[in-house]
């Protein structure tokens, strides 16, 4: 969904380098999601924020870290990458009363080597 | 944690409906029943949920018995474009729930010519 973008789309780093995925929506949707997935498996739940001021830890935070910079805009960053941080990327929105629908963007594929 | 089991493929052909079941035996009273589609490097997208009986949208129904332990997703008249990865969620994302939603491996749907 062209709504929801993210950036960088593929990224390559090294082993403890600091590096941030950002999400932007013009959805206008007040929830926004950070997930991870990994080759064959389901999606897991990594960060999530209700709005601007109400950021919550996922089932998989340890290692990562993120920021709700506007209604529109959420940061995810690995303050010192590591190889099995290396998968997909996913940022999600969500808003009104079906907390389970949700909007996914097109991934960020991260390769920690 | 409500888990859930899904077949890890199946295949069907071209005008034929197909039914996928999932079962889930710990479901919580407040938890939904939710269904996502994903193709290959894309995110998720929200297909249909429901809480008991049955649900139609315009792309699928979701049928679940009395005790809510399984839900089957149908979809009727499958084309090759639904092939896809499909995963059964159970969990409530709700503000003032656990906010527990479990992602499966999901249940990969080869639609044949």
């Known amino acids: 969904d062209a709504d929801v973008t993210q950036t960088p789309r593929n990224r390559i780093t090294k082993t403890g380098k600091r590096i941030m995925l950002e999400c932007s929506q013009t959805k206008g949707h007040d929830r926004m999601y950070w997930y991870r997935q990994d080759p064959g498996l389901g999606l897991q739940l990594i960060y999530y924020?209700?709005?601007?001021?109400?950021?919550n830890k996922g089932e998989i935070s340890d290692g990562y870290s993120v920021s709700r910079q506007a209604q529109a805009k959420f940061s995810l960053s690995l303050e010192s990458a590591i190889p099995n941080q290396t998968a997909l990327y996913f940022c999600?929105?969500?808003?009104?009363?079906?907390?389970?629908?949700?909007?996914f963007g097109p991934g960020t594929r991260l390769t920690v080597l | 944690l409500a888990k859930t089991t899904q077949p890890i493929s199946m295949d069907s052909y071209e005008g034929q409906e197909v039914n996928i079941t999932c079962s889930h035996n710990n479901i919580a009273t407040n938890d939904y029943i939710t269904w996502y589609q994903q193709f290959p490097s894309q995110g998720p997208r929200f297909i249909i949920q429901g809480y008991k009986t049955k649900v139609t949208n315009e792309v699928a129904s979701l049928f679940i018995p009395a005790d809510r332990k399984s839900s089957t997703l149908s979809l009727p008249r499958v084309s090759l474009s639904d092939t896809a990865v499909y995963y059964c969620l159970v969990g409530d994302l709700g503000k003032d729930s656990n906010y527990q939603l479990i992602w499966g491996a999901g249940t990969k749907l080869i639609i044949k010519p």
């Open positions: 999600a929105t969500g808003s009104g009363s079906s907390y389970n629908e949700q909007f």
């Open positions: 924020s209700f709005d601007v001021k109400d950021i």
